[in-house]
């Protein structure tokens, strides 16, 4: 059985603003990150879903495996928003298979939609698998596109085997689980079991090299998992598939793994820890960090929350153990949207914080989002000043700027009304960070919350304009390379 997965395009959007903002976002990051390598082509990183899923795959005997990358590869997009179809075309023609897997996101469900028309227009016979992060959510609707043949919802490491094994076969689906499937009659079943989670160290080892060495080239990072999960609850946070209770993969697998990768694609590659919270549990991420600071020549970066950053042993230890990054969820300077939508984060503990981490030699950036439904317009633009001022400070190195969506799976998708929010409609495509926002509130219109956006970004852009405070400007010649992906798909 030949397996293909498939690399959803991302189609962005063109923001003027966007050029000088990553332009400056990216200098202050290769600023501390020595010896990084702009992308030659935009992958940005492998797509972690694949690795992972041909792991398990392997595991069971499923060994023909291939990948279609319509992500990084160049000119799948006519015009923002509308895929060369003859391109796709000739791309799905190129990659034979029985099984296609699919996993998109909210802003590219409608493209995987595109591409999976056009496997059942070449490969009439071929199966068509969706799961992830919108597919789950949306289970009933991807199941009634009439080019999906199944979606498998939640974790796939035992469903993906299962299904497949049962159709090769011939048998029927009834008894798999995570299932929903469109019946002849065009009425949607849905399995009733339902599979636990397998414990990390139970889940096979990825398959690295699924993608040639030269992605090396293609990507900026390596993404490494110790801990899977995040047990806050914020109302824009779509963590669902992963799960809310962290548990963790054993150390020396994480090292065979990072190992692995960098083997593969680059030894001069760093690592992004896809944890959510890092360092949610320090006893568990000091045991990590003395392992990595044993290895010694591991380099990365990493996510987590403002108040899980209040013990001095984890931030001298990260500086230690090779830290050179850490993005902070700080999402809004407005405390009333933190009590409600980030799990009560108190922010009068920021700039203590963002002081130690500076003096504990870590450079810090933070995720801010802009249009939270319970502020105004003046309070969004009071929220970019913060940190905008945060940065002039260099208590921050950079930031990131994205606006507001409520994602599918969300609770403020779920439960709008909740937060005072109307969502105005689910065309999936506009459902994406640097559109105007699809709900409109009584506090500020879509029209208004994105004015405010576009000026956050020119505002934020030029807030990083300053010289970093950790690391070097490039030299002038080199820097019409910085930000040159912003145009391409990235995060
Ligand atoms: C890695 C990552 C990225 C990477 C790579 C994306 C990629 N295509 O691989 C980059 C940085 C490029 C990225 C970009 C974006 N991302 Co992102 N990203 C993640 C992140 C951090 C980890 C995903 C991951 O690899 N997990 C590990 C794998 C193994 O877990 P998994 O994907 O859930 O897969 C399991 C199951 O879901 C299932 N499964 C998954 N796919 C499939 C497919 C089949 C066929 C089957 C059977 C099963 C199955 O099996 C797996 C094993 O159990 C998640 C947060 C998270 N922790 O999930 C956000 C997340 C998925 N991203 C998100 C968003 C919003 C985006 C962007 C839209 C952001 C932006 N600013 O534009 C872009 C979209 C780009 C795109 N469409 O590809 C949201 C998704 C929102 C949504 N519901 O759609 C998430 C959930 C973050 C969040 N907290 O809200 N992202
Ligand atoms: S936003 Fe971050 S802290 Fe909040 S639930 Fe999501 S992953 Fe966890």
Known sequence: MRIVFVHAPMSTVPVAERAGFWRNFDIQYHSTHPGLRHMKRVMWELPHWMTWLAGVLAAHGYTDLDVLDLYTEPGT??????????????????????????????????????????????????????????????????????????????????????????????????????????LPDGTIARSSTRYPAVAPENIPFPVVDLFPSTAGQDIRYLRQVYALGCPYQCTFCTIQTIGQKPSYFP?????????????????????????????????????????LEGVGTIRYDCQTRLNCLTDDRILAKLKSSGCQWIEIGLETGIQTSQNVHKHRMKLSATEETLLRLRDAGLAACAFSVNGFPDQTPD?????????????????????????????????????????????????????????????????????????????????????MSKAPHFGALPPPGQLADYGAFWAEAHV
């Not at 895929?83 to 699919?102: C, K, Q, S």
């Not at 071929?126 to 009634?144: C, D, Q």
């Not at 150390?251 to 949610?280: K, M, P």
């Not at 409609?425 to 506009?430: M, N």
């Open 77 to 182: 997009f006519d015009e923002p928003g509308l895929m060369n179809e003859t391109m796709v075309r000739a791309e799905v023609a190129a990659h034979p298979g029985d099984v296609y897997l699919f996993s998109p996101m909210t802003p590219n469900l409608y493209y995987a939609f595109g591409i999976a028309d056009l496997v059942k227009a070449t490969y009439p016979e071929a199966i068509t698998i969706f799961g992830g992060v919108v597919s789950t959510p949306l289970a009933e609707e991807v199941a009634r596109h009439d080019s999906v043949d199944y979606v498998v919802v939640d974790r796939g490491e035992i469903a993906l085997p299962t299904l497949l094994d049962t159709l090769g076969k011939g048998e029927d689906v009834d008894h798999v689980g995570n299932l929903v499937f469109r």
């Open 251 to 291: 150390i020396d697998r994480v090292l065979s793994e990072i190992a692995a990768y960098r083997a593969q694609y680059g030894e001069h590659h760093n690592i992004y820890w896809g944890d959510e919270t890092f360092t949610l549990f320090p006893d568990r991420t000091m045991q990590l960090l003395t392992a």
């Open 379 to 463: 309070d969004m633009r009071r929220s970019i000043d913060w940190v905008c001022d945060l940065i002039s400070r260099d208590l921050l190195q950079a930031s990131y700027l994205f606006g507001l969506v409520p994602y599918p799976g969300s609770t403020m998708y779920n439960f709008p009304e909740r937060f005072g929010m109307k969502l105005l409609h689910h065309d999936y495509r506009r459902y994406h960070e640097d559109l105007p926002p699809v709900f409109a509130t009584d506090h500020a219109n879509p029209d208004q919350v994105y004015e405010v956006f576009l000026s956050g970004v020119a505002q934020l852009g030029q807030a």
